[in-house]
């Protein structure tokens, strides 16, 4: 929206013209998500206190779980709402990038917000039920790589991209589609699980989504793309906006969300950052990069299945509570210990997810 009115303004003062550099409208990007986020969150945590919007905890999971009962949850529309602003004024809004990962997390932060709605509002602890919201994330899922699908302009965007291999692309044809849809749906669930406690999901989305925003900023420049062997989508820089305001957005986020926590995301916020997440991965051509970066994601999920698959074959459990964070509480680590290890171990695979780049 601004980028219009500095290009004309840019025609009879050149200093607008610096508003033309994607570093720039990043920096901004993030800076305005994150002033946005901190001037209107203690305004949002009011509001829902007074609206009596609060966390309802398991009984079965650790005590110590007990006093966050009431707390306001549905947070994510808070974070959301800073990044479209952010994306919307410093994007390029004739980007078709921008409006499908725009419209992505738009459309599954509203399956969120429902399941969040029945559960705090109508009283109903099942929420939306699983096959209702599988189903909506499956259409929003599918209508995004249909998109991506059918507008794509080089084989080199409908092919899986293998890290550390110079030249191995594997054209996946119609099987794009496939790919994309259990990305994004999958992604969505992952960082949806991952939320279970004060700041660990959000931390993790913030560094992954940074790191997918510097992978979108060289696969859109076709002379670093060249350089380090990536492939090149036009169009696909224009995306670090995006990500620099999801990194600002969940920072300003965070400043709530910290242990011990004032406000929770809710599934509107769990599963709209983990479909934009998803949907980026696979613009830029990396999601098996995003697998490595957001390996916290996987390492949640995978003890979910596990858990599942375990006591329904034997009746046996494998942990002591799935997803695997409330294991680690049960067997006696403090929640800020479980918090920040797993950040820790975020930082050390996205640096990973970094040195693919060069390792080929």
Same mark, same amino acid.
């Given at each position: ?25 990043a920096?901004?990007?993030?800076? #305005?998500? &994150?002033f946005?986020? !901190? ?8 509001? /829902?206190? *007074? @609206?009596?919007? +609060? ?31 952010? #994306?919307? &004024?410093?994007g390029? !809004? ?5 409006w499908?990962v725009? /419209?992505? *997390? @738009?459309?599954? +932060?509203?399956?969120?917000?429902v399941?969040?709605?029945?559960k ?17 994330q ?9 998109? !991506? ?28 589609v ?9 992604t ?5 699980l ?7 999901a959000? !931390?993790?989305t ?12 060289l ?17 696909a820089?224009?995306l670090?906006?995006?990500c ?69 074959l ?8 799935a997803?695997?964070?409330h ?24 640096l990973?997810?970094?040195?693919t780049?060069?390792?080929?």
């Amino acid at each position: 929206m601004l980028l219009f009115l500095t290009a004309y303004l840019s025609k009879y003062f050149t200093f607008f013209s610096v508003f033309n550099y994607l570093s720039l409208r990043a920096i901004l990007g993030v800076l #305005t998500a &994150l002033f946005i986020s !901190l001037l209107i969150g203690k305004r949002v945590i009011r509001l /829902l206190q *007074t @609206l009596q919007i +609060g966390q309802a905890v398991r009984s079965d999971g650790p005590q110590t779980h007990l006093s966050k009962e009431g707390t306001p949850t549905m947070g994510g529309a808070l974070i959301i709402f800073s990044i479209c602003i952010s #994306t919307l &004024l410093w994007g390029d !809004l004739t980007n078709q990038y921008i409006w499908v990962v725009v /419209l992505t *997390t @738009l459309a599954f +932060g509203l399956v969120g917000w429902v399941d969040d709605y029945r559960k705090v509002v109508e009283k109903n602890p099942r929420g939306l039920p699983a096959k209702w919201k599988y189903l909506w994330q499956s259409v929003f899922g599918l209508a995004a790589a249909l998109y !991506l699908y059918m507008t794509a302009s080089t084989p080199a965007e409908t092919s899986l991209i293998v890290p550390l291999f110079k030249d191995v692309a594997i054209p996946l044809g119609v099987f794009f589609v496939v790919l994309t849809y259990f990305v994004i749906v999958g992604t969505s669930n992952a960082v949806n699980l991952t939320d279970g406690l004060d700041g660990l999901a959000i !931390l993790p989305t913030v560094l992954v989504g940074g790191a997918l925003g510097v992978f979108a900023y060289l696969t859109g420049n076709i002379r670093f793309a060249d350089y380090l062997l990536i492939p090149y989508v036009e169009g696909a820089g224009e995306l670090i906006v995006f990500c620099a305001a999801l990194v600002g957005a969940g920072l300003g986020f965070l400043w709530f969300n910290t242990y011990p926590a004032q406000i929770f995301m809710g599934d509107v916020g769990a599963l709209a950052l983990g479909a934009a997440l998803g949907v980026i991965a696979v613009i830029v051509r990396q999601e098996l990069v995003l697998f490595i970066m957001g390996g916290v994601f996987v390492m949640e999920t995978v003890s979910v299945i596990l858990q599942v698959a375990s006591y329904r074959l034997t009746k046996r459990r494998i942990f002591r509570m799935a997803p695997i964070h409330h294991h680690f509480e049960l067997k006696g680590w403090a929640e800020p210990k479980v918090i920040v290890r797993f950040w820790i171990i975020t930082v050390c695979l996205v640096l990973v997810g970094f040195a693919t780049l060069k390792v080929r």
